[in-house]
């Protein structure tokens, strides 16, 4: 109603308003951050944008292996689905590519938000000697955090979608990031320039561009550590590393890479 001509929605729970407001306004162009769609379901004024989550963590699960003490690191995740299950492949694909002998433990909490589940789990990890935990569990993550803070030095965790070192500064390695900012702005820019709006798709954007990392943490990731990520980061925006999102393209990774 406001003359708005692009539209950007954030979060999956918008999935089904997105396509129901750009089939009411075809005139309108929209975009819609993480949506749970297929391909062929998308109206042609709506754009999907999804993010490779799992080259993110990948990174991540590279410094997981590299730094723990015990060899034993774990992955929790919230619900299982395709994105978390991203978050898990590329993170044990990360590390299985750091040190082919690193064992990993992944479990579920079952909800995104139950904190004291994610304490139980993580508090059974860390009596287990898996001295990192890797979460994927948005605000159920906050309870894994909560406990390598409380146990304190030797049980560390990495944080997901922005920098969680705040929530525990000594016990954060680094975060597995999301820039949904810079991603709407290349978008943005992109469409603009070329007054082209290339809808009825979901786009994907990783680690080419901008779009996911991780945290620089010189505390605890050392500078020779960081320059391998670097050079890891760039063989897979050039292809020579392919990273794995789901079991299956996991199990072809551990043939041909580890």
Sequence with gaps: DAGSNLICLVGYRFSDVAKAVSLQNSEVKYVIIDPVYSNDSIPANLVGMTFKAQEGA???????AKVSKTGK??????????????FRYGYEAGAKYADKDIKIFSQFVGSFSDIEAARSIATKMYSDE??????????A?????????????????????????????????????KDV?????????????????????LINYG?????VGFVRNP???????????????SKIINKEVIVPYNK????????EFV
């Excluded at 505390?219 to 980061?233: A, C, P, Q, T, V």
């Excluded at 299956?248 to 043939?255: D, G, N, Q, T």
């Design 58 to 64: 990948f990174l991540t699960g590279y410094i997981a």
């Design 73 to 86: 690191i774990g992955f929790l995740g919230g619900i299982e689905s395709d994105i978390v299950n991203a």
């Design 130 to 139: 898996i001295d990192i935990i890797h979460h994927a569990a948005s605000l």
């Design 141 to 177: 993550g906050i309870g894994a955090i909560e406990v390598a803070k409380e146990l304190g030095s030797g049980h560390y965790i990495i944080g997901v979608d922005e920098d969680q070192s705040y929530l525990a500064p000594n016990n954060v390695i680094t975060s597995a990031t």
């Design 181 to 201: 900012g810079r991603s709407l702005n290349l978008f943005i820019s992109n469409y603009l320039k070329t007054n082209i709006f290339e809808g009825g798709k």
């Design 207 to 211: 680690l080419k561009e901008g779009a």
């Design 219 to 233: 505390k605890m990731i050392s500078f020779e550590l960081e320059k391998e990520i670097d050079s890891l980061s």
């Design 248 to 255: 299956e393209s996991y199990e072809k990774f551990l043939k």
